[in-house]
C-alpha cells in the first residue's frame, strides 16, 4: 500500500505522515529532501523528477517488505 499526501506548501505533509508511519507502523518518505538536492539544476521539473524519486523508493520498500 502506498499513501500519498498532497497539498500546499507548510500545510502539514510530512508532519501528518511521519505520525501516520508511527501509528502504522511505515516508513514515511519525503520529496522534501530530494527536491533540496536536485535544486542545482534550476529546472521546472525538479518536483516532477523528485516525486518519481520518491515513489521509485516506495516500491523498493514495499519489494524489500515481501
Given at each position: 500500500?502506498?499513501?500519498?499526501?498532497?497539498?500546499s506548501p507548510?500545510?502539514?505533509?510530512s508532519t501528518l505522515a511521519r505520525a501516520?508511519?508511527?501509528v502504522l507502523p511505515a516508513?514515511?518518505?519525503s520529496v522534501d529532501p530530494v527536491e533540496v538536492a536536485?535544486?542545482?539544476l534550476r529546472t521546472a521539473r525538479v518536483r516532477t523528477i523528485a516525486r518519481?524519486?520518491?515513489v521509485e523508493d516506495a516500491e523498493l520498500l514495499r519489494r524489500l517488505g515481501e
Open positions: 500500500m502506498l499513501i500519498v499526501f498532497a497539498g507548510g500545510s502539514g505533509k501516520l508511519g508511527r516508513p514515511a518518505l536536485l535544486e542545482h518519481r524519486i520518491a
